[in-house]
């Protein structure tokens, strides 16, 4: 069985000190660990990792939030995650799953690979090249721009027009533009935060504001929402296509069809706690615990 977990993070915050006192009440120690603090040794016979000056023990690891950083920094943040996964060590989400859903271009890929609904999506290197493209999408309705790394619904701007493009566009190097869902004439907006673990459904919000940006990280008001059969046949299969641990799923209804715009492996929860009576961190700490004991063969 289990008997310790680190959570590894860039920066500790409430969700850290839920999983941890959750997985205390279960008899498990807890570390909360840092990157910067983590030390790798390779030798002939093995490799082995060090927090501060303490061997690293830890059978089970709970990735909490990867910051930005220069191409260095977080390719070292994800080998420290892959390195620890060869060792048998389970990783919660895994340096792969990170990888795949940070990128909102290889996530959008997914989802058509897959045949998962999403809006119509541009991505390139050279919007000179290619302004004629997006000068025809641009007459059927305006389009999102949005970083390909990004989180909370941060840097996104909403592109109506060939001035929008051309004054927005400047300082991208590589530009993801996403169809608009709607119609942006509307006085509220709304979307739906799906949670997923271990391959169900958790819970489902419905996140409602005045901006087309209807992430809790900018005020918008959640409810809880039953969820529908099919969007939670759809979120059961977007969680397998990833092999999710735990995710947040991002849709929009839209003319009866759900489009699912983003997926994120490192989900927060506390706005939707304030809405939902049952404990989310005890749901995803049971799961993970699970899943962990899967890993050492113990079920």
């Known amino acids: 069985m289990i008997k310790e977990v680190s959570i590894i993070s860039d920066v500790h915050d409430w969700h850290s000190n839920q999983i941890c006192q959750s997985l205390k009440s279960q008899n498990i120690r807890v570390k909360k660990s840092n990157f910067v603090d983590l030390l790798a040794k390779i030798t002939r016979e093995n490799i082995s990792f060090f927090y501060l000056k303490e061997i690293f023990k830890s059978q089970s690891v709970w990735v909490r939030f990867i910051d930005g950083g220069t191409i260095e920094e977080i390719t070292h943040k994800l080998s420290i995650l892959h390195i620890m996964q060869a060792l048998g060590i389970y990783v919660h989400n895994s340096g792969s799953i990170i990888e795949k859903t940070v990128d909102k271009f290889m996530c959008s890929a997914l989802f058509s690979i897959n045949k998962i ?31 390909i790394f990004g989180s909370q619904g941060k840097g996104i701007h909403i592109i109506k027009n060939k001035k929008d493009l051309e004054s927005k566009i400047k300082l991208q190097k590589i530009t993801y533009l996403q169809e608009f869902i709607g119609n942006i004439e509307n006085k509220k907006f709304s979307d739906i935060r799906v949670m997923v673990s271990n391959h169900k459904v958790v819970y489902a919000v419905q996140r409602t504001s005045q901006k087309f940006i209807t992430n809790a990280f900018f005020g918008s008001d ?78």
Do not use: A, C, M
Request: glycine fraction near 4%; proline fraction near 4%; charge should be positive.
């Open 117 to 147: 609904l999403t809006p119509k999506t541009f991505v390139f290197s050279s919007h000179k090249k290619f302004r004629e493209i997006i000068f025809k999408q641009l007459e059927r309705g305006p389009l999102l721009l949005k970083p």
């Open 222 to 299: 959640l409810k809880k929402i039953t969820i529908s059969k099919e969007l939670y046949n759809i979120s059961k299969k977007v969680s397998k296509i990833f092999n999710l641990g735990y995710g947040g799923l991002d849709f929009i209804l839209f003319k009866k069809k759900y489009y699912l715009l983003e997926v994120n492996s490192i989900p927060s929860w506390k706005s939707s706690q304030k809405v939902l009576k049952n404990s989310i961190t005890e749901t995803l700490v049971k799961d993970f615990i699970r899943l962990s004991n899967l890993n050492l063969g113990n079920e």
